[in-house]
């Protein structure tokens, strides 16, 4: 009856009770469970695929970076790198699964059973695309938003946060007391250092 994930979307309560040792009340809670799963968020569809290295926080980060699963599946691997916490590791195992030709007929079959495949509408309120790829650190204290809040904003908006400066930092948001290393380490890499009102009129 069942040859991978999608078919369990096509099982009736008959199907069910011509199993042995199934009851009607059995066969009932089953398909009711299944149907109820597809109301599960996007994230946790993420979770369910069974992605080498895509745990449950990971699949929150991906949610949170793509609006569908379609945009995840054409991502590349600069793009998937620079979410905050998803390195080569975890981004090639991405890649490799999407690759693989059965894997993406198992996603479409489960879009066309009905799971969630994108974020929700409530989910993609604020969240916009004017910080992709860009990779920007933190330092200070700040005045409007707490450092996890601004952390939250720029993931909301497609940057990734980096604990430290490099060659790859797009920019710097820095609030009152920036530490003098970082600061130091800014301007010989010459990374564009913006404050608390700058960032927020972007």
């Not at 009851?23 to 799963?37: H, L, P, Q, Y």
């Not at 948001?173 to 920036?178: I, P, Q, V, Y």
């Amino acid at each position: 009856l069942v040859k991978n994930t999608a078919d369990l979307y096509k099982l009736t309560v008959d199907d069910m009770k011509g199993l042995d040792r199934m009851g009607d009340k059995s066969a009932e809670n089953i398909i009711n469970g299944i149907v109820r799963s597809r109301e599960v968020p996007f994230e946790r569809v993420l979770f369910a695929l069974g992605i080498r290295f895509v745990g449950e926080t990971v699949a929150k980060k991906l949610a949170k970076s793509f609006a569908n699963m379609e945009d995840l599946a054409q991502a590349d691997m600069e793009y998937l790198t620079n979410i905050d916490e998803i390195g080569e590791k975890i981004a090639g195992s991405i890649l490799q699964y999407f690759s693989n030709e059965s894997n993406r007929n198992l996603v479409r079959q489960l879009q066309e059973a009905g799971l969630k495949m994108e974020r929700s509408e409530e989910e993609n309120s604020g969240h916009t695309d004017k910080l992709a790829g860009k990779s920007i650190v933190i330092s200070g204290v700040f005045i409007h938003h707490s450092r996890d809040e601004y952390k939250e904003i720029i993931e909301k908006n497609g940057g990734k946060n980096s604990g430290s400066s490099s060659a790859k930092t797009s920019f710097i948001l820095a609030g009152d007391n920036m530490g003098p290393a970082k600061l130091e380490k800014a301007q010989k890499l010459k990374i564009n250092i913006m404050n608390e009102e700058e960032f927020l009129e972007l």
